[in-house]
């Protein structure tokens, strides 16, 4: 690996793994065209501190559209999201946070939601750290994405938000082309519009990729078993039992959030990103687990060099 | 294009077309990760005929699965399958057709069905022209598909057929790997059997990508607008016309079954492969259309340089 501020402790794990499994002629060498890894997204690749990004998207979206629901200001839980009541909202459960969700992605084409994402990234800036979400990505998995494909993996996002936000960035974030991202999808409707067909995007969940939810999407879209996984939550478990069950040599990646200086220090008991049974899972079947504080010399790629415990 | 069987009468649009989008500089040059082309399978890169091969393929199954199932020798459509009275089999309906499909796609995990395939297919042989089903491809198609991947194109399936049927052989048979074949879906589920996980396929369909499937999926699935599509029936429609609506240069080709000598005619009134609606659109939009009698010299791999009427 060429690059100094990559995986330190997790490093080696990582780099005799790829080398096993390129090495030609050697026991455990994969053809190309079955190197194949997984990477989730939200707390795996970029943040998920203090709320999911797309949630956050989808927050600023119902103000965004408030003026055309003047029945939102009186509605739960959109008057709670309105008035800036997050705690009640938050209160609200998974029902009522999703259609906020689903209210914020829906009546429009695929093409204006796009649009919509881009110009949201352009101006939107993180609530703590100030910087555009686009800057909130990892440096060192950035550079084990750009690593594993320089030998020869083709790399996949598996994440539970949605698709189509995701494809907004992951080419230019991570180098991830549309194609190679998975994710949970909203249903779509075919409309011709003045002879044009569209895509619109209905207030309907189509597919909920989390948890078993993702070794499903990678054998209905990828069609062939992972040869490698990286996530940080008990919703990648499935994803990391099915890669790691395949025959031969395989390898699964736990990112841990022990830093709550440079990013955020959850895991057990944390509301977002819950890391718990796929910990334990971790340390039964000896997969490797990242200490972002210890084993990271840079988080963000706007950080300057860490101090002296990251500099080791 | 080197190979001198390929398409003739619509072998300049396709060439002239490929030209305009992969010229530098030019008006109409479009970057490799955009050079999406989709075909669909049935009749468009395989025969369809006497009835599509993966209905075959569940037929056989139900008579092998027999054994254990005494109560089907009495039950309906069952009853009909194991007795080789396809009349009132297909008289039977959608639905019915639908229930035997199912019953002989599931009950299995992913890597038992795909085995169950792939034993099928070594075995199995077409009922008219005796040979195997993986030799009743078409070879100007599966030239085509070299002759756009050979000019930076991206090539996937989208098929009305299912996609792990199709993946069994879309790599040998079309060069295309199994992340980039496209089709309808059953659902599955995600089991845990002795402490290894597998994925369970279920008796009910999770989508059926066919019609304006086949524009949501390319979407849900690739995530930007294809530059090229192929197909030959009314279940392509909405695809072609999805694909040709974007801006710039796109490409729309169907392949018509005119040659009941070689192969099989068939169009309009026809119950498999229907083409009816999206021919008149291609006459009316100027659609690529191949004759299949006019423009290809050979049909299948194994049929020799066809009568003169081919050998212009």
């Not at 100030?130 to 594993?148: D, F, G, I, S």
């Not at 083709?154 to 698709?163: D, E, H, L, R, Y």
């Not at 990112?255 to 039964?284: F, M, N, P």
Request: charged share 25%.
């Amino acid at each position: 690996m060429s690059c100094t501020s990559a995986l330190t402790l997790a490093k080696t794990a990582i780099i005799d793994f790829v080398a096993r499994v390129t090495a030609q002629g050697g026991p455990d060498f994969v053809p190309p065209e079955r190197r194949i890894a997984v990477f989730d997204n939200d707390g795996t690749l970029w943040a998920e501190q203090p709320v999911y990004f797309q949630l956050q998207f989808a927050l600023d979206r119902v103000k965004a559209l408030a003026p055309q629901h003047p029945e939102w200001q009186t509605k739960e839980p959109y008057r709670f999201v309105l008035s800036g009541d997050m705690k009640s909202f938050a209160a609200s459960g998974t029902k009522s946070v999703m259609s906020v969700i689903e209210a914020a992605h829906s009546g429009m084409t695929t093409d204006e939601f796009e649009k919509t994402v881009k110009d949201w990234l352009r101006t939107a800036r993180h609530p703590q750290t100030h910087q555009p979400y686009t800057a909130m990505v990892y440096k060192p998995m950035v550079e084990l994405l750009a690593y594993l494909r320089a030998n020869g993996f083709k790399t996949f996002i598996v994440s539970g938000g949605g698709a189509g936000f995701i494809r907004v960035v992951a080419e230019s974030l991570y180098g991830v082309p549309p194609e190679q991202v998975i994710g949970s999808q909203g249903k779509l409707e075919y409309q011709v519009r003045d002879g044009k067909p569209v895509l619109v995007k209905l207030p309907e969940v189509q597919f909920v990729d989390d948890k078993e939810g993702k070794p499903i999407a990678i054998q209905t879209v990828i069609g062939r078993r992972p040869l490698a996984a990286f996530g940080n939550s008990d919703g990648d478990l499935e994803m990391l039992e099915w890669t790691t069950s395949g025959p031969g040599s395989r390898f699964a990646l736990i990112v841990h959030h022990d830093d709550d200086e440079r990013e955020w220090a959850y895991d057990r008991r944390s509301r977002i990103g819950t890391l718990d049974k796929a910990w334990d899972e971790a340390k039964a079947k000896g997969w490797t687990v990242v200490s972002m504080k210890d084993d990271w010399a840079i988080v963000f790629p706007w950080t300057l060099q860490a101090p002296t415990r990251d500099a080791r």
